[in-house]
């Protein structure tokens, strides 16, 4: 009776979203999710007697400085790096067991090194005070009366020897009482905690002194916590609690198991920098750092972010796959790719995001394949371009080399039993073997094993070689289907069409209409490519009329132009082509939907805004 109820269901929910009525072809039950050992980072209660490596962070907000204490309880380090965020570093005392030590900043203000000739005697501590510069670089820095955001690289000294090294480790944060009246981390939301870390791994951390909200989330799958300062348009305790949930499904989804001592997975919300839109996510210790401004929305696109780099615990740290012969940067394509790919599976199967999301996930993918100026080259020559070209070309080459890997990732899942099973196998494998790499023929005969000989050689073997990675509709879900699309790569401005010059036949300048000025668009044909839309009914000729109403129409002057590659929430970090701006033309039904009213090469499909 359970099953006929499911089955109804499922086919008054195909009625109502105007599929077709024949039945989908019944997929095979996925296999339970055993646990599989992963390897702890950290160790549970502290050791007894006194840390080996103490840190302590006291902020002040009269004076809008930190003041941090290094402690070494045996032999510590006689030389350590200044970080390259900009921060002024002042008041530098190095002392052991005996007394204050003679030390120097040299003349660039990178490096202190201890100048005394005698032995030090244990325990060695170093003092210092740091002041925000005027224009941080990199990480979050910002220490104001009110608050004090910022990373630990933008503000702890390393020394030069041993700081992945790790011990027993006592954090203290201490907070001025009259203005920064309460701290966390990304450690914790306590302002003394001890665990087994580096300095590395503080220098990963995100700190917040102020008027600090914070969440906690226990659990028997897992710990949780989240700690923010400043104002946003989306409630963080929302957020942070949506979170814990998609890490409990990200472990269940991996097949793995936690220790019950594992650390508590943080996340720290800070507000963006005046000059940065959006909700930015970058990696920070055992979670996340997210920057946004106040006016930002919690998208799709951050949760994808989010559910990326919790998958990432175990893809690219437990288990990851080298490709002979090659960079080792060719393992992004299962590192970030398949960690893309299975966010966007764990996020649909839970209903995090709705199916249209996920096709826009989807088609930004296949735009950034197509626009990168990287295309058509093979996974060996992308890894030798991410390690050895220009700084534009690396970046371009890296972020094909996930692309490509999200989209056989995809093409793999679309056998019926998704890509979990895939991945799954791939860290019992690395775990029996006993090392965290494997081959990229080990991890074809896995794909093999779980989707099929032929499609796992074809996607496979196109990501190897370079070519165009085979996709069908199969695994977008119901109601969806695969429609070619036409990109162009265009450039504005006014542009001499010289003779000879491929590509500009269809180049000419022209005025765009109203009150806007003169400009002038070279249009060149691309490639087709594949583009995820959703099926729809036949509608009526005033349902067509509304709907295409719906899509936006340029503003007066501005006809013609076309969506940049980061104007899209979907192609943010995907796409960068600084020297030469893309756009993308796609089917006016699509994801990515573009109103345009210029004229557009012959043979090209138009799009049609209301006047």
């Not at 204490?69 to 045996?74: G, W």
């Not at 199916?355 to 890894?383: F, H, M, T, Y």
């Amino acid at each position: 009776m359970t099953l006929l109820r499911a089955g109804l269901a499922l086919c008054f929910v195909g009625a109502a979203l105007g599929c077709s009525s024949t039945p989908p072809p019944s997929s095979p039950a996925r296999p339970g999710l055993a646990p599989t050992p992963v390897p702890a980072t950290v160790t549970g209660p502290s050791e007894p007697g006194p840390p080996d490596l103490s840190v302590r962070v006291t902020s002040s907000g009269s004076t809008s400085t930190l003041t941090i204490r290094l402690r070494h309880e045996k032999v510590g380090p006689t030389a350590w790096r200044v970080p390259a965020s900009g921060a002024r570093v002042s008041k530098i005392q190095v002392k052991d067991r005996l007394g204050i030590l003679a030390a120097s900043l040299d003349s660039a203000g990178a490096r202190i090194t201890v100048t005394d000739a005698r032995p030090l005697q244990p325990p060695l501590e170093l003092s210092y005070e740091v002041a925000a510069p005027d224009a941080p670089r990199g990480c979050p820095l910002e220490i104001t009366p009110d608050r004090a955001v910022f990373c630990g690289s933008a503000v702890l000294v390393l020394p030069e020897t041993g700081a992945e090294q790790r011990s027993s480790l006592l954090l203290e944060l201490a907070p001025d009482p009259t203005f920064h009246k309460r701290a966390a981390s990304s450690f914790g939301l306590d302002e003394a905690v001890t665990s087994r870390a580096s300095l590395e791994d503080v220098a990963r951390a995100a700190f917040v002194f102020g008027d600090v909200g914070r969440a906690r989330f226990d659990a028997t799958e897992g710990r949780d916590h989240a700690a923010w300062v400043g104002f946003f348009s989306f409630d963080p305790r929302w957020v942070a609690a949506e979170a814990a949930g998609v890490r409990t499904l990200a472990d269940r989804w991996l097949g793995v198991s936690r220790p019950a001592d594992d650390p508590s997975i943080g996340l720290v919300f800070l507000p963006a920098p005046r000059t940065a839109r959006g909700v930015h996510v970058r990696p920070g210790l055992r979670g996340a750092i997210i920057e946004a401004d106040v006016g930002a929305a919690w998208t799709a696109r951050a949760r994808v972010e989010i559910t990326r780099l919790l998958l990432q615990r175990t893809i690219g740290t437990s288990v990851t796959v080298r490709v002979m012969g090659a960079a080792p940067m060719a393992s992004l394509f299962f590192d970030e790719g398949f960690a893309h790919a299975g966010a966007l599976e764990v996020l649909a199967d839970s209903g995090v995001i709705t199916r249209d999301e996920r096709l826009g996930e989807v088609n930004a993918l296949l735009a950034a394949e197509a626009l990168s100026p990287q295309a058509g080259k093979s996974l060996a020559e992308l890894a030798r371009t991410a390690r050895d070209g220009t700084s534009e070309e690396r970046s371009a080459a890296a972020q094909l080399l996930a692309v490509r890997g999200a989209l056989a990732a995809l093409s793999l899942s679309e056998g019926g039993a998704g890509l979990s099973p895939i991945v799954k196998d791939a860290v019992r494998a690395a775990a029996s073997a006993g090392a965290p790499e494997l081959g990229l023929d080990q991890l074809l005969e896995v794909a093999r094993a779980r989707a099929g000989a032929p499609r796992a050689d074809a996607a496979l073997g196109a990501l190897e070689q370079g070519r165009r990675i085979p996709m069908s509709s199969a695994g977008l879900g119901p109601c969806a289907t695969l429609k070619d699309t036409t990109f162009y790569r265009f450039q504005l401005g006014y542009t001499a069409t010289r003779a000879g010059d491929q590509g500009d036949r269809h180049g000419r300048a022209q005025r765009l209409g109203g009150r806007g000025g003169w400009a002038a668009s070279r249009r060149r044909r691309d490639q087709r490519r594949p583009h995820a839309r959703q099926r729809q009914r036949p509608r009526s000729a005033h349902a067509r009329e509304r709907q295409e109403a719906l899509v936006p129409a340029p503003r007066r002057g501005q006809e013609g132009q076309g969506l940049h590659a980061g104007e899209h929430p979907g192609l943010q970090g995907l796409v960068t082509a600084p020297s030469s701006p893309r756009a993308a033309r796609v089917h006016p039904r699509g994801a990515l939907t573009l109103a345009a009213r210029a004229p557009a090469p012959d043979g090209a499909p138009r799009t049609r805004a209301p006047r």
